[in-house]
């Protein structure tokens, strides 16, 4: 099994997406757009219409986050929308600022939290580490930002410990991809996994 994340790193804009080796699987509308422009063009539209408009609220919402997302929820709905409505594309996003991430890296390697915590930590541990060990001349602001981005990424690869995921992808069936959503500046970059 050979895996690649591959992201854009020069230029900065409203949107950032990688464009190499687009997905064969996305398929084009009738005026010759695919789900990813969709999404593209009302990600341009809610910046312009909504944060903008709004800027001193999405700046609180950047200082603070409460999700109420538990993981068995989001692994029912994982499992039902690749067997049985089967999806061609997921797409996994996280956000700067994240709260969870930021309490992960402070958090002590044998930490007696609440077992929500420890198990969501379990999955953030791999992030946390190789973050850890490729920024440590950092700032704590700057590995937690590090942080975010690395965790899409072990989370595209957990994608592919689920056999029916794997399959599905492995087959040409199914398409991995990573987005990342900067509060701050409202940007959004995007990347493939490449199977």
Partial sequence: ??????????GVGLVQEATENTPMLIKKSADGTDS???????????????YLENLDCYKE???AQSPKNRPCEINDALEFSVNALQVEN??????????????LMSMEDEDNSSSFIKNWVVV?????????????????????????????????LNLLTYPWVEERVAKGLLSLHGGYYNFVDCTYKKWNLDY
């Fill in 124 to 156: 953030g541990k791999a992030a946390r580490s190789s973050t850890k060990a490729t920024t440590s001349n950092l700032s704590f602001d700057q590995q937690c930002k590090h942080c975010e981005k690395e965790s899409i990424n072990n989370s595209l």
């Fill in 1 to 10: 099994m050979a895996l690649k994340l591959k992201a854009v790193t020069e």
């Fill in 36 to 50: 990813f422009t969709e999404m593209k063009n009302r990600f341009l539209s809610f910046k312009k219409e909504k």
């Fill in 61 to 63: 919402l950047a200082e």
């Fill in 90 to 103: 997921i797409l996994v996003t996280g956000h700067s600022c994240c709260g969870g991430i930021r309490a």
